[in-house]
């Protein structure tokens, strides 16, 4: 399973920014996608995920404001950015798991196995 992530930059507060995590190696029906983002000296956080079956979740933290997305025929997965903060700045990193079927709250970030090697968005004026 290889991923790699893409679109991380510099913007303003209130901007936007799409990411992009290019995946390889397993099958889309099979696996569920998130996004993840670390700030120094803390621990990973996850924004929002995606299970096969395009059930989604998101962070109260970015609700309203992010979307995920996939397209399986790309093997990509999107993660549009909107009315960005500066609490927001982070390194974003996308992982993926083998999770056949979705439940009823989205796994916990040490579930997932494979992971790309991050990009940084950093929201300042």
């Known amino acids: 399973v290889q991923l790699v992530e893409s679109g991380g930059g510099l913007v303003q507060p209130g901007g936007s920014l799409r990411l992009s995590c290019a995946t390889s190696?397993?099958?889309?029906?099979?696996?569920?996608v998130g996004w993840a983002r670390q700030v120094p000296r803390k621990g990973l956080e996850w924004v929002s995920g995606?299970?096969?079956?395009?059930?989604?979740y998101y962070a109260d933290s970015v609700k309203g404001r992010f979307a995920i997305s996939r397209n399986n025929a790309k093997n990509t997965v999107y993660l549009e950015m909107n009315a960005l903060k500066p609490e927001d700045t982070a390194v974003y990193y996308c992982?993926?798991?083998?999770?056949?079927?979705?439940?009823?709250?989205?796994?916990?970030?040490?579930?997932?196995?494979?992971w790309g090697h991050g990009t940084q968005v950093t929201v300042s004026s």
């Open positions: 992982a993926a798991e083998r999770i056949p079927l979705h439940g009823s709250v989205w796994p916990p970030v040490a579930s997932f196995g494979s």
């Open positions: 995606i299970y096969s079956d395009g059930i989604t």
């Open positions: 190696g397993f099958t889309s029906s099979d696996y569920a």
